[in-house]
């Protein structure tokens, strides 16, 4: 079999692959030689700066190919129904990353409720700014999860371990033994932290219209998708401090993010890295590995 990881892939699997004698290319193919190359390998492993698109898939379609494996969640850079339709299957690895992308919000929720993220950068400028950092406990306050999937229970779970009261909204999960669900205008009036979930749907789940439901002051964090949050809507009500402030690991012009968004006082940002941790890069690896193992016995049928 031969494989390619076009995105990288962890030791686990990569080593595990190589035991079989499998081929494992995890050179990066930029979008040309990628269209040369595809035709000769079973497998194709991505993460997110690959995209597997209808001129991809056209190629790709009716040769050796027969999988397509995303090292995430998000399938948003796959064109899956196309892939489907022509042969390809599709699969993903859900069960990895909820932990680490969950402990990056609360990461973001506390650089900004404590002005963390912004003192790195006043600080290294000769900054002492003791007086104007009087930040706010996370203790107490209502964190509201959009989208109440893996991810969102992984952060219910650690922010109720902080004591933040919990309220949730998600399109199909209504019912929860443990946490409030909320129709979402409730939830953005009653929240004071919020906290987004949600799959890219091609417009933006918060604009204008929903922020000003928002409490005043509010904080909200974007580690699921550029484009859930509308940030020409969040900029203005960063300016008019009616967000106190805005943690965002995801943007809409990846990876080149508007500056004036990255260079405001009151965001923290990050590149990206929901899932760049250790443990989830490996969890994801062991997640491909069976399901090409898996594949080797059991011929090419695999589920998202
Ligand atoms: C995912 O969808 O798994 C995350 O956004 C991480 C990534 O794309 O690298």
Known sequence: MRILANDGLDRVAIDAFEERN???VTEHYEKDRLIKEIKDFDVLIVRSATKVDRE???????TRLKLVIRAGVGLDNIDVDYAKDN?????NTPLASSDSVAELVLGHMLALARF?????????????????????ELAGKTLGI???????RALARKAGALGMKIVYFDKFVK?????????????????????LHTPATGKPLIGKEEIQLMKDGVFIINAARGGVLDEAAILEALNTDKIAGVGLDVFENEPKPNPELLNHPKVSCTPH??????????RIGEEIRDIVLNLDEDIRKVTV
């Open 116 to 136: 963390i993220a912004i003192s790195n950068v006043t600080m290294r400028q000769g900054a002492w700014n003791k007086k104007l950092y009087k930040g706010v």
């Open 175 to 195: 019912e929860n033994h443990e946490y409030k669900y909320l129709e979402l205008e409730d939830l953005l009036k009653e929240a004071d932290f919020i906290s």
């Open 22 to 24: 499998f081929e494992v």
């Open 56 to 62: 991809l898939i056209d190629v790709a379609k009716g």
């Open 87 to 91: 042969g390809i299957d599709v699969t």
């Open 273 to 282: 890295i929901g899932a760049a941790t250790k443990e989830a890069q490996r």
């Open 146 to 152: 959009i989208g109440f999937g893996r991810i969102g």
